[in-house]
């Protein structure tokens, strides 16, 4: 049996990473285990051919948010955005092609080619999506309300919630119609243009295993909108590096806290006592205990 710890993490990804590296920050003596040779789990940059580095997984960044970016300082660990412009590029059979970026003039003059009735809709179309996303993204940080026994506090949340969404006053159905419908109804009610429709499909369906008139691909495609990068909202980028900067930044921001790392160590089962964690029994045999 090892030393004792106030929380052992399994599994060194992300999330993993920011949960250690805040209770490191916290003064918490913290052990991640991490079953491969490196960290950051589906957000990684390996080198997959001889001198070619890829981000094997996760590609793209925008919604880690900018609270973890300042209060791990990972830019003083080498983590830099670059922003992805243009956003979007789709060739057409006919040679044509559609170029969508953070530009709105560059924006309605490529979507003019297939249609100048969605080009003028699309800065509308835009506007819907933020008016939704300032309600919905600061959400993203706020902790869960406990509908069973909310609290003085919890009550407060769900008021301040619930004005933001009367803010919306009668667009209140475009919210939830977002959050809960599918993406082809809403793109179909905004655009004619089938080349246009269907490049913004690939945010309502990327990752999803749906079609676009699967019910809850509008939120997909919506999220896309929320997040930043270098400070611009709906932006979206690619880590410097790669995405294993990322979390090669937070294991040095962790590590800077005093968190213990340790890779190809995996984990065989959680150790129960009285009906309560108690530790893990590592793949070697060793055990390591936490309260």
Known sequence: MSGKYDAIIIGGG????VTAAYLGRAGKRVLVLERRPIVGGACVTEEIFPGFRVSTAAYVNSLFRKEIVRDLRLAEHGFAMLERNPSSFTPLPDG???LLGPDPALNHQQISKFSR??????????AMLQRVADVIEPTLIE???DLRRPGLAGLWRALKLAWRFRRLGTRMAEAVDILTGAARPILDRWFESEELKATLATDAVIGAMAAPSTPGTAYVL???VMGETNGKR???GYVKGGMGSLTQALAAAARGFGVEIRVETPAQRILVERGAVAGVQLADGKIEMAP
């Open 143 to 145: 902790p869960p309300i």
């Open 96 to 98: 044509r092609h559609l």
């Open 117 to 126: 009735r969605d080009a003028d809709n699309y800065p509308r179309y835009e």
């Open 222 to 224: 919506f999220h896309h």
């Open 234 to 236: 709906g932006v979206w």
């Open 14 to 17: 992300h999330n993993g990473l």
